[in-house]
């Protein structure tokens, strides 16, 4: 039974393929996708998980961390005072308007310190020295920013918010969930460049905890002290930023909306050739009921037709959507497709193929063993 459930299966290398290639180009949609997914939620939260701070004190009702809203930076002494708080600094985050040699203009976003260093960003240097960037009018600039910026090297200068900064340096990695090339440069240069929305202003305070302290009894006084900021762990912010473009937007609704179009298209295509190719093979599977064979013998052929065609086609839907991972790497995007994940939509593959074997089941059930004896 199961070298005729291969052999109407092959019977018709065309139909088999194009089986094979709806659930290869679900597999492909759904692994891509999702990767894709995967990827730009890994750079939402990106900073914050390199960032070395123990806690994140923001504006209250903050959304996220691209997005701060800013608050006297004078605030910082109050929380250097704290019991157990090791180290406290600023971090400014804004957007600046960057004049490219085209003629045209991007926006950028900035991280600024005074001490990098002491905070871990940024935290893949490619190239130069982030001290240098307390010397003078200059900034480091992610290698991703080729996509939107053109090609630039170090030494380069651009203009920013009208004033002319050269580049010292660049970095791998930085990217944003906004799609945004990232930047750094000092704190009093940053906010030098745009007094009237940062003097005096800061974005964030990063928040180094001594050794042996306890998180919980520190936060507690910290946010006691100032009751108009939250005061988040590293990982409850990371958190708080990933979540709110899954919730807050359409961007999660897209990605599941994708996986069901992939999953329905794999199942009609699967359950069409799979159909047709039973409805042309009627007699074998009556031939079948004819020598006593049950309809659970029956279902055991159609399944291992199924589990073929799944195996097949998600052999090839997974080569395709690991072939795009570089491809993506070219346009500084990232496709994240953890192993567990994979093995998810294998399994995923082989129940949907499954289920569209269901619509060829209840026609050959029902078959007349007679059917074999009729001309």
């Known amino acids: ?70 608050f006297p930076e004078t605030i910082v002494e109050r929380v250097r005072t704290v019991p157990g708080v090791s180290r406290a ?22 991280y600024a310190l005074k001490d990098f260093k002491a905070w871990n960003l940024p935290w893949d240097i490619k190239d130069g020295q982030i001290e240098d960037l307390r010397r003078g009018r200059f900034l480091f600039l992610d290698e991703g920013a080729r996509r939107r910026f053109g090609d630039f090297k170090t030494g380069d200068f651009r203009e920013i918010q009208e004033t002319r900064l050269r580049i010292v340096g660049q970095t791998r990695q930085a990217q944003s969930f906004t799609t945004n090339p990232i930047s750094f440069m000092d704190y009093d240069l ?36 100032l009751p108009y900021q939250d005061v988040f762990t590293r990982d409850e912010w990371a958190k708080k930023s990933r979540d709110y473009w899954v919730v807050n937007t359409g961007i999660g609704m897209n990605a599941y ?50 589990t073929v065609a799944a195996a097949v086609g998600f052999a090839f839907g997974l080569a395709m959507a690991l072939s795009l991972k570089p491809l993506a790497e070219k346009i500084y995007l990232k496709l994240i497709m953890p192993v567990p994940f994979i093995l998810l939509v294998g ?11 269901m619509l060829s089941f209840r026609k050959v059930a029902n078959i007349d063993p007679g059917l074999v004896f009729r001309s």
């Open 1 to 70: 039974m199961v070298d005729l459930g291969l052999k109407t299966l092959l019977h018709d290398k065309t139909k088999f393929a194009i089986t094979v290639a709806g659930v290869a180009f679900a597999v492909t949609l759904v692994l891509a996708q999702v990767g894709l997914f995967n990827g730009l939620l890994d750079n939402s939260d990106l900073s914050i998980r390199k960032c070395s701070a123990d806690l994140w004190i923001t504006s209250h009702n903050t959304a996220n961390v691209d997005f701060p809203q800013r």
């Open 89 to 110: 600094d600023n971090l400014l985050f804004s957007y600046v308007n960057v004049a490219l040699p085209s003629g045209a203009s991007e926006n950028a976003v900035v």
């Open 190 to 225: 940053l906010a030098s460049l745009q007094p009237e929305f940062l003097g005096g202003k800061t974005s964030y305070i990063l928040v180094r905890l001594a050794a042996g302290t306890d998180v919980g009894t520190v936060r507690a006084e910290i946010q006691r002290r």
């Open 257 to 306: 909306l994708t996986v069901f179009l992939g999953c329905l298209v794999g199942l009609v295509v699967v359950g069409q050739t799979l159909y047709t190719s039973t409805m042309e093979h009627i007699k074998e599977f009556g031939t079948v009921k004819a020598i006593g064979g049950t309809n659970r013998d029956i279902y055991a052929i159609l399944a291992r037709q199924a």
């Open 347 to 357: 399994v995923g593959t082989v129940l949907m193929c499954l289920a569209a074997a």
